[in-house]
């Protein structure tokens, strides 16, 4: 059974800096994309970006779902964890965050949350003062 497992979140104060962590079974990310998600409260989840393999040896398949972590949050990885570095931390960051799979190979344009079959049970960041 696969098995995904989020670690990391924590009280942040708005402008800081926090990375959250998504540990893999072994091999899993020689085949298989990880999609960031979160949860806030009262809300649906919602995609927020990918990281993936890539032709290049050196770079990875990257998508990013929301404009609004465009410049503040990436995603990066080792051979068992996929990491979300989330920088310029804001209140409307409030989130479980999530990782995920859609068992597919590579990132998918859609930010559709319907797709994806085995999740993490998600870790809580509060950003606030």
């Known amino acids: 059974q696969v098995q995904l497992v989020e670690s990391g979140g924590r009280l942040v104060q708005p402008g800081g800096s926090l990375t959250l962590s998504c540990t893999t079974p072994?091999?899993?990310?020689?085949?298989?994309?990880i999609t960031w998600l979160r949860q806030v409260p009262g809300k649906e989840r919602e995609a927020v970006l990918c990281?993936?393999?890539?032709?290049?040896?050196?770079?990875?398949?990257r998508t990013t779902y929301l404009d609004s972590v465009k410049g503040r949050f990436i995603a990066a990885r080792d051979h068992v964890t996929v990491y979300l570095r989330m920088d310029r931390l804001k209140p409307e960051d409030t989130a479980v965050y999530y990782c995920?799979?859609?068992?597919?190979?590579?990132?998918?344009?859609?930010?559709?949350?319907?797709?994806?079959?085995?999740w993490g049970q998600g870790t809580q960041v509060t950003v606030s003062s």
């Open positions: 995920a799979t859609d068992l597919g190979d590579s990132c998918s344009n859609s930010g559709s949350t319907d797709r994806f079959k085995i």
């Open positions: 990281l993936s393999l890539s032709n290049s040896s050196t770079t990875y398949g």
């Open positions: 072994r091999d899993f990310l020689d085949s298989y994309a």
